[in-house]
């Protein structure tokens, strides 16, 4: 049987407890999760081959992953894979070479990350026996087991045994009875956080949803959400969905909710999302934020030998949005992504570092440099690390998500009916004569409740806004919105962008790019399925639908810097009149996009949080941005053909 001792980077726990690492003292940190490697799938399950299996492209996915880890800077303390780690079950003969396989890449984690893995349902069985955990273990090390690090506790679960463990109920047993102490232990009153890990998420994006192979069965399910709550637990991470999935569970009491947040693979998908990682921060002040970033948003660009220069396009980014002091014409505050493009086409980094003053932005991976070893008239930078910003109004467990996301050019909005969406619940909300031919908004489930409710507004211009939504839950109704599209485009080329918002007390206001909510519980609408009017009185309504259709803009104008990125930056000598006609046609669509719409003529509270969110996300700088280049680009074309025509 393999010895994974020889794995230096894996801990393995025994007595259900993890030894003690080096702890840096100071309470702030990173640690990375992954989710299903689970080497294998791809041909036995996804391609349908006979045996026997090769698993070469999926061991490719999991180097990404560990390149990627090892290039995040400040470093993560450690590594959890929530299980899944290899596909073949016990028994399978296949099983000591995936697992040693998947070793080896582990063994490229840098010496000073720490690798730690739980299972699944894969790497016990379905139905585990008392034999398939013992497997696991001598593979593996325990199956459940606890870790300190700085003043967290972290409790990990074998999923497995509460998803059926009819094979081994004395094993189910054992591990519930360990779990209550363990929720319970005198410990963890000393830690600012508990945080459980498991591989089978509670559910998948509602607590209430039927019982099916991807949750846990809902008699588990409640008790173990009560369980975890009770104990103070607020994050659960998970996989097994092969998309990113969960949600926010709130109890009875209405005290803060348990956040369910299941992470998509390594290897396989099974939804709309890309491989990657999910890099979460715990910081004893801002408390922990986490967020999904796929391998090729953190190996976007790399070297490139015809470039002689430093180029935007080589940073590996967390990139949330920029937060510096620089000015750079209208694109100061841009999106970082959008800030890569422009400058990559416009200057050398070099020459743009000298230049401006760059300062901390809201990222936490380093910007790694390059340099051409022919070009030597270059200053030499070293590696230069954008901080994670310093929220100073974060509230711990009080956040929730708001995304929007471009799905085509326009949706008929009228032909949507609520019975779309009445199967997930949600009733439509009558707005005003002057808004609801642009936009519909539905809601649920209850409209007098800010912190449980859910809100999609689908706009005209072919952009949907979700506000509290878990993503398993967008992904299905952007599915039954997509039938109503004028020229959608392709789910690989969807763009989205997403905020985060709080509920106040106070007004609402908006801080930076966050959100501040008022939290008015007084608004009384007793019957959502007869689609009340909404009476003019009540602003969070009014509030949505303001930050909604800046961010829709947003979303909007990154479909044609897409467009203008595909087409016109190219410059090359090959493309046609044609295709700067076709971009001119996409850049007519968005004439509209820096324009206010008259529904805010009398509403000059609502408008006023319309152009902040508007102005935050750059929308005006971005346009003229995109207007300038089209002049830039319609010049060059012009002189291009000129230039053919005097050859002539």
């Given amino acids: 049987m393999l010895n994974l001792r020889s794995c230096a980077p894996l801990l393995r726990a025994t007595n259900h407890r993890l030894p003690d690492f080096t702890s840096s003292g100071d309470g702030d940190f990173f640690f990375v999760q992954l989710a299903d490697p689970q080497l294998g799938l791809l041909e036995r399950y996804i391609e349908k081959r006979d045996p026997p299996f090769h698993w070469d492209r999926e061991l490719v996915l999991a180097k990404r992953a560990v390149l990627a880890i090892n290039n995040l800077v400040p470093k993560p303390k450690f590594v959890m894979v929530c299980g899944d780690l290899i596909d073949a079950q016990p028994g399978n003969p296949d099983r000591p070479t995936q697992a040693a396989d998947l070793m080896k890449i582990f063994e490229g984690l840098h010496p000073d990350i720490r690798i730690m893995v739980l299972p699944g349902n894969h790497d016990v069985g379905d139905r585990p026996s008392a034999s398939d955990l013992e497997d696991y273990r001598s593979l593996w090390g325990d199956d459940y087991f606890s870790f300190s690090y700085e003043k967290c506790k972290f409790i990990v679960v074998n999923s497995q045994l509460y998803w059926d463990s009819s094979n081994c109920p004395s094993e189910a047993a054992l591990q519930d009875a360990w779990l209550r102490n363990e929720l319970s232990a005198s410990e963890n009153k000393l830690a600012d956080h508990t945080i459980v890990f498991q591989h089978i998420p509670c559910f998948t994006g509602d607590p209430d949803e039927k019982d099916d192979y991807f949750n846990l069965p809902k008699e588990n399910r409640l008790k173990l959400l009560h369980l975890y709550h009770d104990a103070g637990v607020r994050f659960v991470f998970s996989g097994h969905l092969h998309y990113n999935g969960g949600g926010p569970w709130t109890p009875s009491d209405g005290a803060p909710p348990l956040q369910v947040v299941s992470s998509s693979a390594v290897g396989v998908q099974l939804g709309h999302d890309s491989p990657g990682l999910r890099v979460v921060h715990v910081s004893p002040k801002h408390g922990l934020a986490h967020k999904y970033f796929t391998f090729d948003e953190l190996e976007s660009g ?79 930078f070293g590696p230069c690390t954008f901080e994670v910003k310093s929220d100073s109004d974060f509230k711990r467990d009080s956040e929730f998500r708001v995304a929007a996301y471009g799905i085509s050019q326009m949706i008929e909005i009228a032909k949507l009916t609520p019975a779309d969406l009445m199967a997930s619940n949600y009733h439509n909300i009558n707005l005003p004569p002057d808004v609801s031919s642009e936009v519909r908004f539905f809601s649920r489930p209850a409209l007098s409740d800010p912190t449980s409710r859910r809100d999609i507004l689908v706009f005209r211009s072919g952009v949907c806004v979700f506000w509290n939504a878990p993503d398993a839950e967008c992904r299905q109704m952007l599915d039954r919105i997509r039938k109503y599209c004028d020229a959608p485009v392709s789910s690989q080329l969807i763009e989205w962008e997403e905020l985060r918002y709080f509920l106040t007390a106070g007004d609402t206001f908006l801080d930076g790019e966050d959100i501040c909510l008022h939290h008015s519980p007084s608004v009384n609408i007793q019957q959502p399925d007869a689609a009340p009017e909404v009476p003019i009185a009540d602003n969070l309504v009014f509030e949505k639908l303001a930050f909604s259709d800046a961010l829709a803009s947003s979303v909007k104008l990154a479909l044609l810097e897409t467009s203008f990125d595909s087409v016109a930056l190219q410059m090359q000598p090959w493309l046609e009149v044609r295709d700067l006609l076709i971009f001119m046609h996409l850049l007519n669509v968005s004439t509209n996009i820096t324009e206010t719409p008259d529904f805010y003529w009398d509403r000059p509270e609502v408008e006023k949080l319309f152009q902040q969110l508007k102005s935050a996300l750059s929308i005006q700088s971005r346009t003229k941005v995109i207007f300038e280049f089209h002049r830039l680009y319609e010049k060059w074309q012009l002189k291009k053909c000129t230039t053919s025509s005097a050859e002539v």
Avoid at 303 to 308: A, D, G, L, R, V
């Fill in 302 to 380: 790399g070297p490139n030998s015809n470039h002689e220069f430093y180029s935007l396009s080589m940073v590996l980014i967390l990139y949330e949005c920029l937060s510096s002091s620089f000015i750079f014409s209208e694109l100061q505050n841009l999106c970082v992504r959008r800030f890569v493009m422009l400058c990559e086409q416009a200057c050398c980094l070099s020459a743009l570092l000298n230049q401006y003053n760059w300062q901390g932005s809201r990222v936490c991976y380093s910007l790694n440099y390059w340099q051409t070893c022919e070009d030597k008239t270059h200053p030499s």
